[in-house]
């Protein structure tokens, strides 16, 4: 008995681990994903480590050094108090970097549970899930979230919390889909058959064939998050200043766009960088996973 | 289709309604007693306060309320601004919607054209130069935020070489960048999109048959190709429709446009509930309305969508 309870488990790591080395193969030779990757690695690196990477303290007004042009000193120059705007965009890249991660993590758990849960028992539970996510997507998603900030008291939190608010039920529905294919597999209705509870099908068997997607749209998902961080911040409806953000210097460095363009230009190339590079990550990754590529 | 037909309608109408009554439902719950905020500076005595609740029905729960808002919003009235004490909502946004319906529709139009050229010529001339160059510039669109494009545009044009001016709303002159800002990310959406569905078309038995028969690869392309790549196309318009509108936020307020986006802005600043309220659910109206309109033309265009549904 247990030797037949084995096999086919054994089988299945095997076939996934296969998956993986040859996505991550076929990863490699995309030049721009790789390019893409390792600066978004950097650029990670230099938010978590701001503090060795730069001398100077993002939010220290230096009024003996105001708006002063890219040089030595200060390599992309100071702002309107003299502050190092280098180092105001790593601390910046820091809050950018957390909000997406956190929100994104947390929208695609969420979403990954109501998904699994909606697709697999279907019914009453699918319905009352998916008609939620059906009200979600009756709302642009910036409009929702520039709505949820105007009624929040705005803060680095009421970001965080309205943009996963935004961004589950993509996931949810993109899960469910997965899940409705997967539930007809035989693999599903032979765990079934075994007598593996419900949870235990969701988590080890139907999820990990559902990952492929899933995997793209946390990456594509982050530039996204990191993007309506950046646009709600250049609102001045987001995370409010002092605090470095991307999205704030470039709505103040704006005002200065005539004389001082450097005070906009490196934030936005920065920001641009970013959602570009997640952007080109998330497209490898695709291409990396999708089966229909692999012809 | 006329089952298909009603299930749309009652479909949209309880996003709607779900939508708007949460919305309505946060926009109560949140910070700050209306009726105070009406008040504004003055000193009006608590009688009166009393009074203005029964008046405005804001003694009643929050369900009874909502019902009494969507019957005075489908007469028109969205109530008055807390900014602009006895102003009505609809006077500040109604003129706002004419401004951001005219140039946004240029820019919807407009990227749809320009990406279905842009698709076309990738897929016809697949893996060449001119199929990576057109892609990968395509994703460089869907990656730049709005406002990051905005910047450099107008650095270049407006400040650089002068061409067009900063920002203002007023000859056609001025809403040469804001149109291209928002069109760049639909346009390399849509491109990228009939580029794939062309492929899937272009090696179909039917084209290989025209082509058998003599028929012209322009025609070909054209006729028998653009016609099926047209439904993959269809089904991302209504998210475009929803991006552009929420872009309208950002984009009118860079570049000075007296449409929706920068009156809604304005009264998030302003916490000016009624106005956020209202150009929310004019906007997710627009929204779900556009939605509605691609379903059925998504049932008009393909027959299959009839018969399963």
Redesign the interface.
Known sequence: MTTVAQLPHVDVQHQTRGLWQDALRRMSRNR?AVVSGVFLLLLVFAAVFAEFVTPFDPNAADFAALRQAPGLTHIMGTDEVGRDVFSRILYGARISLTVGFIVQTTATVAGITLGLVAGYYGGTTDLIIM?AV??M???????FA??????L?PSINSVILTLTLVGWPFIARLTRGQVLVQKEQEYVIAAQALGARPWRIMLFHVLPNTLSPIIVQYTLGI?TVI?AE??LS????GIRPPTPTW?GM?TKG?DF??TE?HL??YP?IV??LT??A???LG?GLRDALDPRVRK | MSGYLFRRIAFILFSLLGATFLAFAASRLAPGDPVRLMAGEQNVAPEVIEAWKVRYGLDQPIPVQYLYYVRNVLQGDFGTSYQYIGMPVMDLIGPAVLVTLRWESIALVGAIIIAFFLGMIAAVRHNTWVDTGAMFIALFGISLPDFVLATFLVLIFSLGLKWLPVAGYETPAHLVLPVITLAVHPCALISRIVRASMLEVINQDYMRTARAKGVSERVIITKHGLRNAMLPVLTVVGVIVGRILAGSFIVETIFNIPGVGRVGVTAVLQRDYPVILGATIILATAFLITTLIVDLLYGVLDPRVRVID
């Open positions: 721009a008609r059906d009200i997507y009756a709302l642009p998603a910036f409009l520039v709505f949820m900030v105007s009624i008291t530039a993007m950046a646009g250049f609102l001045g409806i999205g470039i704006r766009i005539r363009p906009v230009l936005s920001l641009g959602m570009i997640f952007n080109f497209d």
